[in-house]
Nanobody, 127 residues
Framework: QLQLVESGGGLVQPGGSLRLSCAAS????????IGWFRQAPGKEREGVSY????????KYGDSVKGRFTISRDNAKNTAYLQMNNLEPEDTAVYYC????????????????????WGQGTQVTVSS
């Protein structure tokens, strides 16, 4: 069974940093692109970042460009989201998702069926 587990969320002050992890079990991530999404209360789910199976291709949502960095370590079967200069608007539940795409990333944020989703981790940015 394909499973993803996020960790690393928490409460941080504006301007602070967090690193989220997305660990896979039941399958290896080598042939999967990994995406990070977030959903704030009362808002629709928003695409944050994608990374290709090799790590060579990445994309970011406009609201996080220059502040967030996605990476992966296939040997550890884990993907990461480094979040710097956090803002209150970044407060949300963050989810990772895997989609079977070899060395490619989805062109759009929506419209794809992902093979696995994590349960989410809460990120709260507040003073």
């Amino acid at each position: 069974q394909l499973q993803l587990v996020e960790s690393g969320g928490g409460l941080v002050q504006p301007g602070g940093s967090l690193r989220l992890s997305c660990a896979a079990s039941g399958f290896t991530l080598d042939h999967y692109a990994i995406g990070w999404f977030r959903q704030a209360p009362g808002k629709e789910r928003e695409g944050v970042s994608y990374i290709s199976s090799s790590g060579r291709a990445t994309k970011y949502g406009d609201s996080v460009k220059g502040r967030f960095t996605i990476s992966r370590d296939n040997a550890k079967n884990t993907a990461y989201l480094q979040m710097n200069n956090l803002e209150p608007e970044d407060t949300a539940v963050y989810y990772c998702a895997a989609i079977e795409l070899v060395d490619m990333i989805p062109i759009q944020w929506d419209g794809y069926v992902h093979d696995a989703w994590g349960q989410g981790t809460q990120v709260t940015v507040s003073s």
